[in-house]
């Protein structure tokens, strides 16, 4: 592309955005926060509000050490410090509120296996990050006798209450309550099988999604390791515009009364839609806001126009400087056979003629290394993948599922089979080749590394690509807020909702099950820890189907770094990150062993 094409789409770009940079500013975008196991740390994240503690890797909402007459007749809140714009006036008089959704862990324990906890824990949404006074007992640490009911107390919470009130259908229940303890509606959690105090201990897992434009709310529950459920167990029309402050606070909230009991988050996830600046009611502001834009804009554009210009030249020179230097160290080599020109060989071979097939070699020209191969009439799997959005052309799923087994392959050959184990160390679509039946041979082994067979392992990103083939999106395409494609699809696994990762453009022309193992092993072999991914030699069997594909923990475990103690032996691992192998086990813990006599049940997620 020649100098005056660039500078014709830059003006062309530049000139569309300062006419819609007003209208692109009512556009929203999502804000994602993934918390827990929690540490001392958190204290710097989150606002803890005595008699609240973080301890034993849990948010301790109440106080958490048994045996101690100050359990009785607490309340306590904690909230992530940073507060959020939940709705805002726009043009006509109109309120546009956003949309969240949030998930936790939670250990609701009985100290002592008490017959009757009491009293509850609750997610909160407040304008400010206090705690009202003598709001122990029923009040859950929302409201007190002064400001309950009071609708200018802000706030909309969802209790899980297990102590009845005269008020309450029962003491396992669900509530929406809305700037009082009384609930606006409630669900008994008995009829569906969840009891939140148990004799023992219980990890749950709660999902909280908010629709700001149908103004909706949904509430489900399931045991930890569980997918969330289809039907939700509360669900309610709830208009947050109209109910809590403009600026408001997410957090939870909790209190013993007479009875005590533990309440505890082990983990905690929050994606909240962020507004910007509504459009403006005076109309003439969207001029001035225009005029802005181009009169800040056009210095701005003459100097990148003369950047472009002045870097053009510079790529030039040095292209034409680097080219003999290069071709002056390939001639160097020891072994280089001998060079022909571009011209040469195509008069000798016919205009590269079939029936004067070259094996292989090189030529250099124009500073471009040209290499002779097996034509592969396909392509790289990247221009079959990301090639656009025509369902037409879309790769269909018998061949993306064929490739990528064909890739393990390939990969188990050269890490256990071949005389001496060879890591690729730049695998990722655009160096998968595809012959003419579309059978994968991987290209570019210009970082291969060989390693003999007694050297420590090498771990290798190989989990992307599975997760680039199944779900026809790039590494770092950002969705729904997310950064990185493997972040969004270890959420949707944590919301039971895996499957939605799959490439639209295939519809629903696609195996369910082998989508399914594809996803979880691309979630499997992406571990941030080396130890807990699936070696090479289990992969193939894993992706046919005759071996199960490793639990994936529904939270994306935080990265650990490496250990000093000495190199894993026992092989390569593939379809990962480049760390050294140690152990991941984390146990969510709600109390300390000096809490109470018993058996904590790990149910690990991270």
């Not at 005595?50 to 849990?58: F, K, L, M, R, W």
């Not at 184990?421 to 012959?435: F, G, P, Q």
């Not at 290209?443 to 090498?458: I, M, P």
Request: aromatic share 10%; glycine share 8%; with cysteine.
């Amino acid at each position: 592309m020649d100098l005056r094409r660039v500078l014709t789409i830059i003006t062309v770009l530049y000139i569309n955005l300062a006419v819609t940079s007003p209208s692109l500013a009512q556009n929203s975008e999502t804000s994602h926060y993934e918390f827990g196991p929690f540490n001392s740390t958190y204290y710097n994240t989150f606002a803890v509000l005595t008699p609240a503690t973080i301890s034993n890797n849990a948010l301790q909402v109440t106080p958490d050490s048994a045996g101690n007459f100050t359990l009785n007749h607490r309340s306590g809140r904690i909230f992530f410090n940073q507060s959020f714009t939940l709705w805002e006036e726009q043009q006509g008089g109109a309120t546009r509120v956003v949309s969240f959704n949030t998930s936790f862990l939670i250990n609701v324990y009985r100290v002592d296996n008490s017959s009757v906890p009491g009293e509850g824990l609750a997610f909160l949404i407040a304008p400010d990050l206090s705690l009202p006074s003598n709001s122990s007992g029923q009040y859950l640490g929302l409201t007190n006798s002064t400001t309950d009911g009071d609708s200018s107390n802000g706030i909309v919470a969802i209790e899980l209450d297990t102590f009845k009130e005269d008020f309450d259908p029962d003491d396992n229940h669900m509530g929406l309550n809305i700037h009082s303890i009384r609930s606006n509606k409630t669900e008994s959690l008995s009829k569906f099988g969840i009891q939140i105090s148990p004799v023992g201990t219980k990890v749950y897992m709660v999902w909280v999604h908010y629709d700001g434009v149908k103004k909706a709310l949904d509430v489900y529950m399931a045991e930890q390791g569980s997918a969330k459920p289809t039907t939700p167990v509360l669900t309610a029309d709830l208009d947050l515009g109209a109910l809590v402050h403009q600026e408001s606070y997410f957090g939870f909230a909790a209190s013993t009364g007479s009875a005590i009991q533990l309440n505890c988050v082990l983990a905690w996830n929050l994606t909240v839609e962020l507004l910007h600046s509504a459009t403006p009611k005076n109309g003439g502001n969207d001029d001035k806001l225009i005029k802005i834009c181009i009169g800040a804009g056009v210095p701005g554009l003459v100097l990148l126009l003369i950047g472009v210009a002045g870097l053009t030249y510079y790529l030039r020179k040095k292209r034409a400087a680097s080219g003999p230097n290069l071709l002056g160290a390939l001639k160097s080599l020891p072994g280089t056979p001998r060079e022909f020109r571009f011209r040469d060989l195509k008069k000798a071979t016919n205009n590269f003629d079939e029936k004067n097939k070259l094996g292989q070699g090189w030529c250099h020209k124009n500073g471009m290394l040209l290499l002779v191969y097996d034509y592969m009439p396909n392509g790289s799997l990247d221009k079959q993948i990301f090639h656009g959005p025509e369902e037409k052309n879309t790769l269909e799923w018998k061949l993306r599922h064929n490739i990528i087994a064909g890739v393990a392959s390939a990969l188990h050959y050269l890490h256990n089979e071949y005389d001496q184990k060879v890591v690729h160390r730049d695998l990722k679509a655009s160096n998968i080749m595809l012959d003419s039946n579309f059978n994968a041979r991987l290209g570019d082994f210009g970082l291969a590394r060989a390693l003999e067979n007694e050297k420590t392992s090498y771990a290798e990103l190989e989990g992307v690509p599975v997760l680039e083939v199944v779900c026809g999106q790039r590494p770092w395409t950002k969705i729904a807020g997310f950064q990185f494609l493997v972040d969004w699809v270890w959420w949707l696994h944590r919301e039971g909702r895996i499957l939605e990762a799959v490439d639209e453009r295939l519809g629903n022309n696609y195996d369910v099950e082998e989508a399914q193992r594809l996803l979880l092993l691309g979630l499997a072999c992406s571990h941030p820890i080396a130890s807990e991914r699936p070696k090479t030699h289990e992969i193939f069997q894993m992706i046919s189907g005759s071996v199960a594909v490793p639990r994936v923990p529904p939270f994306k475990p935080a990265f650990v770094w490496p250990s000093a103690t000495g190199p894993d032996v026992s092989g390569i691992t593939d379809f990962t990150a480049d760390t050294i192998p140690i152990t991941s086990d984390w146990t969510p813990q709600s109390v300390s062993p000096q809490s109470y006599a018993g058996d904590y049940t790990n149910s690990s997620f991270a």
